[in-house]
């Protein structure tokens, strides 16, 4: 049928028989693909949210190889989880993680829940990732919708609502769990993503390789890249820090951040608000409590959250005191023992 006879029930039923057998024989080899067990499942698809695939592997198979399984993720020492975790960013995953196998644990004797209601009360587990496990561990028809689905259902169908409004993901997620295919609804999960990562990608769109080209609206009128439509951005907020590495005989000085809001919990560089000049940091340093002997060089950093932008001045500081407010840590220790996040670790890259 061509692209324009068809209404978008009929590009929706279209999905599964042009996806399915391409994906089978397409598929990456990834680590996650090895089985169905849903404590597998569920942890790559949580590291895979803002992360690449590439990125990902490495993380993956030495976080199950501490933690092979929900007991020992519900029972781990949370310094250690945020050391496996360290340098992917968005912790508070890993923190819900820990407290979704405690659940796990306490309201279902330790087996991953099979039912959709009850995977998706369990932490950190949203519509995608519910939608992700009940499809590829238990046959549910349930979809998975992420910013690749999304991206591939707007081209195919021509669909120009954003995609970054909730209205738009349940709709689409209602129009797909209509098509599920009974007994594949696992493969037509990965399909969907399998094709928003490797053909139906962001800027270049492969569609002289694509399954679906044959009833892709985007794709008969040659505007792919007009899709998909996103509601206009807010600007980042940007807040200016000084950063203090506070060097006292080749150790270094981390506190803890509070327990909630950005990056709760873990270890940080002592830091200032606002950017201070050479004299304030030193008198700064002094208060401290560090006996500050010469800043030894500053330079400019700057990173990136969801809706706050950081720009900071690191200065590096000679000391002779270890204040003992603060903790101390070798490069031995940095490396192995504390898990710093990437916006403070990158000032050990200069
Ligand atoms: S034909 Fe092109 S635009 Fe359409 S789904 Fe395939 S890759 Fe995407």
């Not at 404590?39 to 092979?68: C, D, K, N």
């Not at 087996?111 to 949203?126: C, D, M, S, V, W």
């Not at 709760?264 to 002997?293: C, F, R, S, Y």
Request: one cysteine or more.
């Amino acid at each position: 049928m061509e692209a324009r006879a068809m209404n978008d029930l009929d590009i929706y039923r279209s999905l599964p028989e042009a996806l399915l057998p391409w994906y089978r024989q397409n598929k990456r080899d990834l680590p996650w693909r090895h089985d169905r067990e849903p404590y597998h499942v569920w942890v790559s698809e949580i590291m895979l949210q803002q992360t690449r695939v590439e990125a990902v592997i490495g993380y993956y198979e030495r976080f199950l190889h501490v933690l092979p399984d929900i007991r020992s993720l519900a029972e781990a020492d949370p310094e250690l989880l945020h050391k496996l975790w360290e340098g992917l960013g968005y912790y508070s995953r890993v923190r819900n993680l820990q407290k979704a196998a405690q659940q796990v644990m306490e309201q279902h004797s330790g087996i991953f829940p099979n039912r959709h209601e009850e995977i998706r009360q369990l932490a950190g587990i949203g519509p995608y990732t519910a939608g992700a496990v009940a499809s590829i561990c238990f046959e549910l028809p349930k979809a998975a919708v992420d910013g690749n689905v999304l991206r591939i259902l707007s081209r195919i169908l021509s669909d120009d609502r954003p995609i970054d409004k909730e209205s738009t993901k349940a709709a689409m997620a209602a129009a797909l769990e209509e098509v599920y295919p009974e007994g594949s609804c696992g493969d037509f999960t990965q399909a969907l993503m399998e094709l928003g990562a490797t053909v139906c990608i962001p800027k270049s769109p492969r569609c002289e390789i694509c399954p679906a080209r044959g009833f892709c609206r985007a794709h008969g009128a040659g505007n792919m890249t007009d899709y998909p439509v996103k509601s206009p951005k807010k600007e980042k907020r940007v807040e200016q820090k000084t950063v203090l590495i506070l060097d006292c005989g080749g150790e270094i000085a981390l506190c803890k951040r509070g327990e909630t809001g950005l990056l709760a919990g873990l270890w940080e560089l002592p830091n200032l608000p606002g950017h201070l000049d050479a004299d304030e940091v030193m008198t700064a340093a002094q208060e401290m409590g560090v006996g500050p002997d010469r800043p030894e060089w500053v330079v400019d950093r700057s990173h990136i959250f969801t809706h706050i932008r950081w720009e900071m001045k690191g200065w590096r500081i000679l000391c002779t005191q270890k204040a003992e407010d603060l903790t101390w840590a070798s490069p031995e220790e940095l490396r192995d023992k504390y898990a710093l996040p990437t916006a403070f670790r990158q000032f050990f890259e200069v």
